[in-house]
Structure formats: structure tokens, C-alpha cells
């Protein structure tokens, strides 16, 4: 079973930055989407942005349009998550997740079925 470890979270003032690394013990080939996903306190669940491992396609929320960048290094077996202009709104913890073989890749799809355990982004204002 593939398994997920996350990084690069912490604690940044609002116009901040911080970039998510998410390796995938395996490798990246035998998946077909990887995604983010966050929860803040009392909030459920969202997806934030997903991409394609084979063809690149990327996918966003509108709520981090512009300003988040998702990729992937299949060399390293990590995908990222660079995030901009961060806001007091994106406090959360962060997931790295993957879909269920031949699942439909888009933003919080419901085919994603592997979660790593998280990493904490707190944006203060």
C-alpha cells in the first residue's frame, strides 16, 4: 500500500510563503493523480489542487487560484505544493493524498482513498 509522508508546513504571516513536499514511498509511476487537501478547525475536509501524474494536468480550487502551484518531481517521488500570498484563511492542517487506481483525477475527487498524516499551516494576520 502506497504510504505518504508530508513536510514543509509552519507558521508565516498573511503575503507569506511556504512550499509542501509530499514523498511517495513506491514512486510516483504507478499513480495516476495526486492531490492536497486541508482542514481547518471545525471545518471539514477540502480539496485544494490535484495533478496528473502522467499527463501534468493541474487542477485548483478558486480559492487558491493564482496564488498556490502544484507539482511533481517523479525522479524524487514528491509532489509540492507552493503556496503564496498566504492567507489567515489557509490555516490548516495539510493533506497529501492519492486516488484509488483509475480514479477520476480533479480537485477533492472522491476517488482520492490515501491520505498521509498531515502538516500544519498557520497563517497569522
Same mark, same amino acid.
Given at each position: %500500500?502506497?504510504?505518504? %509522508?508530508?513536510?514543509?508546513?509552519?507558521?508565516?504571516?498573511?503575503?507569506?510563503?511556504?512550499? @509542501?513536499?509530499?514523498?511517495?514511498?513506491?514512486? &510516483?509511476?504507478? &499513480?495516476?493523480?495526486?492531490?492536497?487537501?486541508?482542514?481547518?478547525?471545525?471545518?471539514?475536509?477540502?480539496?485544494?489542487?490535484? &495533478?496528473? +501524474? &502522467?499527463?501534468?494536468?493541474?487542477?485548483?480550487?478558486?480559492?487558491?487560484?493564482?496564488?498556490? +502551484?502544484?507539482?511533481?518531481?517523479?525522479?524524487?517521488? +514528491?509532489?509540492?505544493?507552493?503556496?503564496?500570498? @498566504?492567507?489567515?484563511?489557509?490555516?490548516?492542517?495539510?493533506?497529501?493524498? +492519492?486516488?484509488?487506481?483509475?480514479?477520476?483525477?480533479? !480537485?477533492?475527487?472522491?476517488?482520492?482513498?490515501?491520505?498521509? %498524516?498531515?502538516? %500544519?499551516? !498557520?497563517?497569522?494576520?
Amino acid at each position: %500500500q502506497v504510504q505518504l %509522508q508530508e513536510s514543509g508546513g509552519g507558521s508565516v504571516q498573511a503575503g507569506g510563503s511556504l512550499r @509542501l513536499s509530499c514523498v511517495v514511498s513506491g514512486g &510516483i509511476s504507478g &499513480i495516476n493523480c495526486m492531490g492536497w487537501f486541508r482542514q481547518a478547525p471545525g471545518k471539514e475536509r477540502e480539496g485544494v489542487s490535484a &495533478i496528473e +501524474t &502522467i499527463g501534468g494536468g493541474t487542477f485548483y480550487h478558486d480559492f487558491v487560484k493564482g496564488r498556490f +502551484t502544484i507539482s511533481q518531481d517523479k525522479a524524487k517521488s +514528491t509532489v509540492y505544493l507552493e503556496m503564496n500570498n @498566504l492567507e489567515p484563511d489557509d490555516t490548516g492542517m495539510y493533506y497529501c493524498a +492519492t486516488t484509488y487506481a483509475g480514479g477520476d483525477c480533479y !480537485t477533492g475527487s472522491i476517488d482520492f482513498g490515501y491520505f498521509g %498524516q498531515g502538516t %500544519q499551516v !498557520t497563517v497569522s494576520s
